[in-house]
């Protein structure tokens, strides 16, 4: 009994030393970074800020820096996908470093002890001296100046400055959100990294007018700062200017369903309006050359009213009795109006009926024209000159105006109407004339 209690005991041994040697046994995985500067034996390897194993070594092949990792083994196996990234110790420390794993997807296959991962599942940091390196001499010169700019800048500012920062954190928190999220699809970082590039490229290609630029800019900022008090103002007033914008704002989102009610009123005068359009446009564009002679006219007009002015106070005394006397020479004047041609042409060619020798010593008239027996003092009607004279006389009196053209007009309230044609109702008749 002795015995076997012995060596159940020893077996108990045995068993326990195995399970601590199990447990106590590390994976190794090899991964591969552009470079590994600071990277040390013995820094320790997390996954989500939990240490899981620590960098057994590095070294150098074909120009990369593969470091190798010992991974506790309650932490093996890792998946396929797993991403490797180099990380500082704090956001302002340069040594303290640590590698950091995202592992794979749990539905992807195991990793080997002893896998690779290539420079395409690592990522390795921006070191400060590649950020300077990026900058040639006048650029580090040009940076250098911003600085000492910047230092007079904030020099005297400093409760204010903290106050924001203060005022900053969760600013400051979601910024290092999002840089962790950018890091977290390295795709997409050096997709970004390349446009970049790219784009200081073409800036530097355009290195002339980005100086142009940056002067302008210069001066507006120069302006801005001599005009610091009136934006202050503005701004201090800017909270009133917001709470009245949102009342309007407000009334506005009531006031925009009788608008569309408009609207939907209006459309149908704007389509017609568009057939209009042309008219107006041509209208528009003779107003354009009557305005200068209208407004010439008015000015006439304006140097004029005071004469006009006096012209119709003098005017004001015989008006009433002016009224009276067009009214009864309007008839008359009604009448005479149609033969204006005839009195034109009377005008224009009576000077044919006289006449004077070459001499000019003697004078005549010519009365050829009448008809035979014709004369002043005739004692004959107008119906016996008609009809004895029929082929040059064929109208009685008074005569129609337009009766020569063969188109008379006839003025019954003027008494030469349809009654004038006809010599037998000659008014003269009944004086024998």
Known sequence: MRALAIAALLLVVFATAMIYRGAGSDHTLHAAFDAAVQIVPGQEVRIAGRKIGH????????????????????????????????HYGSVSGYAGRFVSLSPGPAAAPPLADGSVLSTAATITPVEFDQIFNTFDAPTRANLAGVLDETADTVEGHGQAIAAGLRDGSRG????????????????????????????????????????????????TFDELALRAAAQKAALQRLPGTLHTAQGTLAHLDRSLVGLQALVTDLAPGARALSAVAPSIRRTAGTLLTVAPRATATLRAGTRAAPRIDRLLRAGTTFLPRSGSVLKTLAPMVGCVRPYAPEIAGTASTWTGFAGTDSEGGYGRVDLTQLPPGVAAGSPLSSQQVTSTFK????????????????????????????????????????TGR
């Open 172 to 219: 400051l928190q979601e910024y290092a959100d999002f840089a962790h999220d950018l890091g977290g699809d390295p795709s997409a970082l050096r997709t970004l990294v390349r446009a970049g590039a790219r784009t200081t490229s073409t800036l530097r290609a355009q290195d002339t007018a980005l100086r142009a630029l940056l002067s302008r800019a210069a001066g």
């Open 391 to 430: 082929d040059r006389v064929f109208y009685a009196m008074p005569r129609p105006p337009g009766l020569d053209a063969g188109h008379p007009w006839l003025l019954p309230e003027c008494g030469a109407g349809a009654d004038a044609l006809d010599a037998s109702k000659d008014p003269e008749r009944r």
């Open 55 to 86: 960098i057994s070594s590095v070294r150098e092949v074909d120009g990369d820096a593969v470091v190798d990792l010992s991974i506790s083994d309650r932490d093996w196996p890792l998946r396929h996908g797993t991403v490797a990234r180099l």
